[in-house]
C-alpha cells in the first residue's frame, strides 16, 4: 500500500508542478511525429490539375507547405484546431493551370525549426499514390509518376521509429520490464511476448479487424505503468526482507503472459497513431511491415542500452551496497515510474 500513496502522492505533485508552471499537458502521450501534407486531385470533369490539399502540424509549429510556382490557391480555406492533441488543420484547394504535379517539386520550409519530419502524400487522378517522408536536411521532393516501393518501406521504418521515440509511456514500459528482471530467460520470454502481442494488434487494427476506441487504450497503457511500478516495488520489498527468491510476482513467474496481455494493448496504441497518418492505398501491407519494422529497431535500441547500462552498474562497488540511502535509490524508479503511471491515467479520463 505504501508505493501506491506515494506514487499517488508524487502523481499529485507532478500534476500541480505542471500546472503551476503553466505546462500544457496532451490527454494522449502520442502525438503525431510527422507533419503531414495530403495533395489529392480532384476527379471531376474540367477539373484537371486541381488538388484539395490538407495540411496537419502542431499548433506551435513553423512549418509551412510550399507548392511551385505554376500553382496558386483558389479558395481562403477552412481551419481546424484540437486542443486536445496540439494540433491545427487546414485544409484548401489548389490550381496548377490543368496540370499534374509529376516532375514538379512540393517543399516544407521550416522543418530545421521545428525538428520534426514532414510526410508528404500526392494522389493523381487514376488513384495512384506517392509519398516521402521530409526531413531538415532534405526538405523539398520532386514528384515521382510512379510510387517506389522501398521508398514507402524505409518512409514508415523512420515513422515506427519516431513514434517510439515520442511514446515515452511504450519504452518507460519496456525499460520497466527489464529493469524487472528474474533471469535472462524471464527477461528474453517477456520481451519477446510483448513484441507479439503489439505486433499482432498493431496488425489487426490497422487492417480494420479489430477497432477499439483510442480513450480507453491510452488509459489503459498507462495503468500498465502504475501495474509494472507495482511490481518493481515489490520486488525491493522482497530484497530488503532476504526472500528475493520466492516474491509473488506473476511477472517474474509467468513473464510470458503478463507481458504478452499489455503488449496486446500498446498495439492498439500504435495502431492510433498509424491512424492519425493514414496508409497508401494498395501499400497498406508494406507501410505496416515498415511501421512494425520501425518500432522492432526502435525497442531493439532501448533493450541495447539498458543492457550496457546494467553491465556498467554491475562493475560499480556502490550499486551492490545495502546502506538506506543506496537502497532508497534503488526504489526510485518504481516510484517515480508509478506516479508518471498514475498522472497519465487520471490526466487520460479527466
Not at 503553466?22 to 495530403?38: E, R, Y
Not at 487492417?207 to 483510442?214: A, E, K, M, R, Y
Not at 517474474?252 to 503478463?258: D, E, I, M, T
Request: with cysteine; net charge positive; aromatic share 6%.
Amino acid at each position: 500500500m505504501t508505493i501506491v500513496l506515494r506514487a499517488v502522492a508524487g502523481a499529485l505533485a507532478l500534476g500541480m508542478g505542471m500546472g503551476l508552471a503553466g505546462t500544457p499537458v496532451p490527454v494522449f502521450a502520442h502525438p503525431l511525429a510527422p507533419a503531414l501534407l495530403d495533395v489529392i486531385e480532384r476527379t471531376d470533369a474540367g477539373a484537371a490539375g486541381h488538388f484539395a490539399v490538407r495540411w496537419r502540424a502542431e499548433a506551435t509549429s513553423a512549418a509551412t507547405p510550399r507548392f511551385p510556382r505554376h500553382c496558386r490557391e483558389t479558395d481562403p480555406g477552412k481551419l481546424r484546431v484540437d486542443a486536445a492533441l496540439g494540433y491545427v488543420e487546414r485544409s484548401w484547394e489548389v490550381d496548377c493551370e490543368g496540370r499534374g504535379l509529376e516532375g514538379a517539386t512540393l517543399a516544407v520550409d521550416g522543418l530545421a525549426t521545428d525538428r520534426r519530419d514532414a510526410l508528404i502524400r500526392v494522389q493523381g487522378r487514376d488513384g495512384r499514390v506517392v509519398q516521402k517522408l521530409l526531413r531538415a536536411g532534405a526538405p523539398a521532393w520532386r514528384v515521382p509518376a510512379q510510387p517506389r516501393r522501398a521508398a514507402l518501406l524505409a518512409d514508415h521504418v523512420r515513422l515506427g521509429i519516431a513514434h517510439l521515440a515520442a511514446g515515452p509511456d511504450h519504452w518507460l514500459f519496456l525499460l520497466g520490464l527489464l529493469a524487472l528482471g528474474g533471469g535472462r530467460r524471464a527477461i528474453l520470454l517477456a520481451v519477446s511476448a510483448f513484441t507479439a502481442g503489439h505486433a499482432a494488434t498493431l496488425s489487426l487494427a490497422t487492417l480494420g479487424i479489430v477497432q477499439v476506441p483510442s480513450r480507453p487504450v491510452e488509459i489503459a497503457i498507462a495503468a500498465s505503468l502504475v501495474v509494472l511500478a507495482w511490481e518493481l516495488a515489490e520486488r525491493h520489498r522482497a530484497e530488503r526482507r532476504g526472500d528475493f527468491g520466492r516474491r509473488p510476482s506473476r511477472l517474474v513467474r509467468r513473464p510470458a503472459r503478463l507481458a504478452f496481455g499489455f503488449g496486446l494493448v500498446h498495439g492498439l496504441g500504435f495502431a492510433g497513431a498509424l491512424a492519425e497518418l493514414g496508409l497508401p492505398s494498395g501499400e497498406i501491407p508494406l507501410a505496416l511491415l515498415g511501421f512494425n519494422l520501425g518500432i522492432e529497431i526502435g525497442q531493439l535500441v532501448g533493450v541495447m542500452a539498458w543492457a550496457m547500462a546494467h553491465a556498467i552498474a554491475a562493475r560499480l562497488p556502490l550499486v551492490g551496497g545495502s546502506t538506506p540511502l543506496l537502497r532508497a535509490l534503488r526504489v526510485l524508479p518504481a516510484h517515480a515510474l508509478g506516479a508518471l503511471g498514475i498522472y497519465w491515467v487520471l490526466d487520460r479520463i479527466l
